[in-house]
């Protein structure tokens, strides 16, 4: 493979630029910034739990309590991700619920193969007073 092969290639006798096609692909697709509209976080299996407690740290900027729900083998993360919060001194844990979460019968068509109950679990967080003084660094962060 030569080096103009590595970014160009030959598309019905022209030479596309591959790399430029990338890098406009990724313009694209920027990041939006996230502006909650509900203070209810969804915890689930599919990422690690920095993200989450990244996210609930996004949420606590807009309000005050934040609510963490998840569903079944994410109640673990849910526990953890509150835990972590609260010895880190950026929210309190103020009430945990538990209950057994029955979806609709429209849902239940498609899954029953896993069967129709689950147990859900509901972390509410409180926005610690020393919150804001303890994000202002991410805010603004110093480069050296």
């Known amino acids: 493979m030569?080096?103009?092969d590595r970014y160009q290639r030959r598309v019905h006798g022209e030479y596309i630029n591959t790399f430029a096609k990338k890098n406009f692909k990724e313009m694209e697709g920027q990041k939006?910034?996230?502006?909650?509209?509900?203070?209810?976080?969804?915890i689930s299996t599919k990422r690690e739990i920095r993200f989450f407690i990244f996210l609930a740290k996004i949420f606590m900027r807009e309000f005050e309590e934040v609510e963490l729900h998840a569903l079944g083998e994410a109640i673990s993360i849910n526990v953890r991700v509150a835990?972590?919060?609260?010895r880190h001194g950026y929210a309190t844990i103020t009430r945990i619920e538990t209950f057994t979460y029955e979806p609709d019968q429209k849902q239940t068509d498609n899954d029953q193969r896993r069967g129709g109950k689950r147990v859900?679990?509901?972390i509410k967080l409180k926005r610690s007073k020393e919150f804001l003084s303890l994000t202002a660094s991410l805010d603004n962060p110093q480069r050296k």
């Not at 939006?32 to 969804?42: A, C, E, G, R, W």
């Not at 835990?83 to 609260?86: C, I, N, S, V, Y």
């Open 120 to 122: 859900k679990m509901v």
């Open 32 to 42: 939006k910034l996230l502006k909650p509209t509900d203070n209810k976080v969804q």
């Open 83 to 86: 835990e972590q919060l609260q």
């Open 2 to 4: 030569c080096i103009r």
